[in-house]
């Protein structure tokens, strides 16, 4: 393991453990304190995470950068990962897009592949890099192909957006398989539309229902669409308006306006215009933006 000088960065007796020493958590809490005090960069790095976390000690988001600093700059790339994290957010230390991309850019070319797919994010939204959809695109794929079901689910994302589907498909079954309910609202969403596969509402409902019951928002609008239209399950606007009024608490702003809708028309719910005004006014706050009243021209 790689080792460096840690002690003026973990000092026994500062860092209070907020559970009791008999916890078996606690205890492997402490041992990375011991372990990173006596210079092993790995260590400080995962009690670094636990301090950011405030997983079985007191959280110490300062200390935690410090940390993770650290096992960085000593080739432990999760360190840089979680550190550019810290910076993209802006958790912890004042948030700068441009040290994050350097960060993730260093965890990449480490092996960590979740720092390729946070790369490609900051390549799409022009954050602390240009905007460069080709890097992008290129990142996310290389972060597919090494297992990382996030970057599965972005370069599908990409594909669609440039008009292939069909190819799409792949990517968002992968992301999906791995865990990632973005992608799994995603494949349910091209079911739902027969882009790129047969269409199968049924088939859409199933992911639909997996990715919002997992807490996704857009996917409990894109169920609600199906009950509302009656695409490969009953036709239920009650049901409907049921997950509408779900993906809205979730701030998903066009399930504020779809809720809207059916209280406007009295289709599942009691017709009640002024409800209808506020769920549209929610929606676009939340960014729908055909929610938001047109502009007079002058």
């Known amino acids: 393991m790689q080792r460096t000088t840690w002690s003026r960065l973990v000092v026994p007796g500062l860092i209070a453990l907020a559970f009791g020493a008999c916890h078996p958590e606690t205890r492997e809490a402490m041992r990375l304190r011991d372990a990173c005090e006596a210079g092993d960069a790995e260590a400080c790095t995962g009690f670094g995470l636990r301090l950011l976390a405030g997983q079985h000690v007191l959280r110490d988001r300062a200390r935690a950068a410090e940390l993770l600093r650290g096992g960085c700059d000593a080739g432990v790339v999760e360190g ?28 990449c070319r480490g092996g960590a592949l979740e720092g390729c797919t946070r790369l490609g994010v900051l390549y799409l939204a022009g954050e ?66 027969g882009s790129g596969v047969a269409q199968d509402g049924a088939r859409a409902a199933t992911l639909l229902d997996q990715a919002c019951e997992a807490g996704e928002a857009a996917a409990c609008f894109h169920l ?75």
């Open 80 to 107: 840089c990962v979680r550190l550019g994290g810290m910076y993209d957010e802006g958790t912890g230390v004042a948030g700068n897009d441009t040290v994050a991309s350097g960060l993730y850019d260093r965890a």
């Open 224 to 298: 609600g669409d199906l009950h509302a239209t009656g695409n490969g399950v009953a036709r239920e606007f009650e049901r409907a308006a049921e997950l509408y009024r779900t993906s809205c608490n979730r701030g998903y702003g066009e399930g504020c306006y779809a809720l809207g809708v059916l209280h406007q028309d009295g289709a599942g719910v009691p017709r009640h215009p002024a409800r209808a005004a506020a769920l549209f006014s929610r929606a676009c706050e939340l960014g729908y933006a055909a929610a938001c009243p047109a502009e007079s021209e002058s």
């Open 128 to 193: 602390g890099v240009a905007v460069d959809t080709a890097r992008a695109a290129t990142l996310f794929e290389q972060a597919c192909g090494g297992g990382d079901a996030a970057g599965c689910s972005r370069a599908g994302s990409l594909l669609v957006v440039s008009g292939d589907p069909g190819r799409a498909l792949d990517y968002f079954q992968r992301a999906c398989d791995g865990g990632v309910m973005s992608g799994c609202t995603e494949l349910g969403r091209l079911y739902a539309t």
